[in-house]
C-alpha cells in the first residue's frame, strides 16, 4: 500500500469512526426503540445534531473508502477498514468511559495482527 492510499484508508478511518461516535452520542438523546415508539423515534432522527454529523460523516467516510477502492483491491481495503473497531473502543473508553475487557483486547489484537498480514507485501 503507497502512502497516498494508506492516507485513504485513515481518512476513511477515521471519518468513519467519528460517525459511529456521533451516531452513539445521538442514540443515547433519543433513547431506546421498542415497537410503540419507533416511528416518533424515526421521525426525530432528523432533530438530533449529533445524529446528522454522524451520518454525514458516514458519507464522507464512504467517500474517500470509494477512492481507496479505486486503487486498491478489496481483499485489502475491506479487511484493513477493521483497523476502525480499535478506534471505536478507544473512543468508547476515553470519552464514554466504557470499560475494555481483557478478553475484548485480546480480540482487538486480533484483529491488528489479521490486517497486518493481510497488507503484507514481500
Same mark, same amino acid.
Given at each position: 500500500?503507497?502512502?497516498?492510499?494508506?492516507?485513504?484508508?485513515?481518512?476513511?478511518?477515521?471519518?468513519?469512526?467519528?460517525?459511529?461516535?456521533?451516531?452513539?452520542?445521538?442514540?443515547?438523546?433519543?433513547?431506546?426503540?421498542?415497537?410503540?415508539?419507533?416511528?416518533?423515534?424515526?421521525?426525530?432522527?432528523?432533530?438530533?445534531?449529533?445524529?446528522?454529523?454522524?451520518?454525514?460523516?458516514?458519507?464522507?467516510?464512504?467517500?474517500?473508502?470509494?477512492?481507496?477502492?479505486?486503487?486498491?483491491?478489496?481483499?485489502?481495503?475491506?479487511?484493513?477498514?477493521?483497523?476502525?473497531?480499535?478506534?471505536?473502543?478507544?473512543?468508547?473508553?476515553?470519552?464514554?468511559?466504557?470499560?475494555?475487557?481483557?478478553?475484548?483486547? !485480546?480480540?482487538?489484537?486480533?484483529?491488528? !495482527?489479521?490486517?497486518?498480514?493481510?497488507?503484507?507485501?514481500?
Amino acid at each position: 500500500m503507497t502512502p497516498q492510499e494508506f492516507s485513504l484508508l485513515i481518512v476513511s478511518i477515521l471519518i468513519s469512526t467519528a460517525g459511529q461516535f456521533f451516531l452513539k452520542i445521538g442514540a443515547n438523546k433519543l433513547g431506546r426503540v421498542n415497537l410503540g415508539n419507533a416511528i416518533t423515534h424515526i421521525l426525530s432522527i432528523i432533530t438530533i445534531p449529533e445524529l446528522l454529523i454522524g451520518l454525514t460523516c458516514y458519507g464522507f467516510g464512504a467517500m474517500f473508502y470509494i477512492l481507496l477502492l479505486s486503487r486498491v483491491n478489496l481483499s485489502v481495503a475491506g479487511p484493513s477498514v477493521s483497523i476502525g473497531y480499535i478506534f471505536s473502543v478507544l473512543l468508547g473508553y476515553w470519552i464514554l468511559k466504557e470499560p475494555i475487557p481483557f478478553i475484548r483486547l !485480546v480480540g482487538l489484537s486480533f484483529i491488528v !495482527v489479521g490486517v497486518i498480514l493481510v497488507v503484507w507485501r514481500k
